[in-house]
């Protein structure tokens, strides 16, 4: 089984939509989770960390459940400009584990 | 610079020849990462750095890889005897340490093209 796991999608959305999807994780003594976005052929940025008792940036929403080892994210009021891969990573000690990414696109 | 720097940003090789690859961290950053992403995949990892100690390997594909540290600071990744296999996206991130809730900066990358 992966570390980390994500439906890869892709969500296509239009612009003014709410998109959200999950993300679990195996390792019930993981410690940290975080958000990363990754846009075509540039590197993974921060997005968000995702804190135990959930926790909004902007339009942006994250979720933790640690009894049930999943994360999610959640997109209100979608941007052109949020299109990209959303990357879950779980620290786990030292050693961040990233899931293969969620590719969300947004239309006009 | 403030962010994580790698170099090359890309790199064309011939299968067989070795190649290196490096990495300046953010001035401070004790953690040091090292991750491969093949086109269209998801980040592999491939070896972490405390200091300049390595405590975590596992990730290295074959004896063919191996990375180094030195004054906590620049890490180095080398390739010997490239294959085709190799060709990807080697990706380099810090972070402040090692401990929870701690982020990590990632350079831009170095792409690999083993010909």
């Known amino acids: 089984r992966k570390e980390v796991e994500q439906d890869p999608g892709p969500f296509n959305v239009p612009e003014g939509a709410t998109v959200a999807f999950n993300c679990t994780y195996s390792n019930s003594a993981s410690q940290s989770f975080f958000w990363y976005r990754q846009d075509c052929r540039k590197e993974p940025k921060l997005l968000m960390s995702?804190?135990?008792s959930g926790n909004e940036d902007g339009r942006f929403t994250a979720q933790l459940n640690r009894a049930s080892q999943y994360i999610s994210l959640l997109i209100r009021d979608s941007k052109l400009s949020d299109s990209a891969t959303y990357l879950c990573?779980?620290?786990?000690?030292?050693?961040?584990?990233f899931g293969a990414g969620t590719t969300v696109t947004v239309r006009a | 610079g403030a962010g994580v720097s790698q170099s090359p940003s890309n790199k064309v090789t011939e299968k067989g020849k070795d190649v290196e690859l490096r990495c300046d961290p953010i001035?401070?950053?004790?953690?040091l990462y090292w991750y491969r992403q093949r086109l269209g995949q998801g980040l592999e990892f491939l070896i972490y750095f405390q200091g300049n100690s390595a405590p975590d390997k596992s990730g290295l594909p074959s004896d063919r890889f191996s990375a180094e540290r030195t004054g906590e600071s620049v890490s180095t990744l080398t390739i010997q005897r490239t294959q085709q296999e190799d060709s990807a996206v080697y990706l380099c991130?810090?972070?402040?340490?090692?401990?929870?809730?701690?982020?990590?900066?990632f350079g831009q990358g170095t792409r690999l093209t083993v010909v």
């Open positions: 991130a810090s972070s402040l340490q090692a401990g929870m809730n701690t982020e990590a900066f």
């Open positions: 990573v779980v620290k786990t000690n030292y050693k961040l584990s």
């Open positions: 001035s401070g950053h004790t953690a």
């Open positions: 995702v804190y135990s």
